[in-house]
């Protein structure tokens, strides 16, 4: 028996809910590739650097933006007949506007 039969998932998450993240790893990219282009007259600092600051801040973006990914998961209970599949009311139904 499945114990979560009697739920409906919903995740409300929005794109303005990630547009902040979205905007930081850009800018972290743009800081990427000008710290880069600074450094070009030794390519190996360059890449090293570039490199560097990418691969230190990705686990952090990736950890804020899994945190608010199931911040906005809900797991709502069902009535009965809802969990049956007899009456499903459609304004119960996942909207993603």
Known sequence: MNPLQGY???CTLTFGDIY?????????IFI???????????PMYAFLTGGLILVLSLP???FAFV???LNHIELTPMDDTQAAGTSVDPSNAVQTS
């Open 8 to 10: 409906r998932f919903t």
């Open 20 to 28: 902040a993240q979205v905007i930081i790893w850009l800018i972290v």
């Open 32 to 42: 990427a590739l000008a710290s880069s282009v600074a450094l070009y007259q030794n």
């Open 60 to 62: 952090f973006l990736l």
């Open 67 to 69: 945190t608010t990914l």
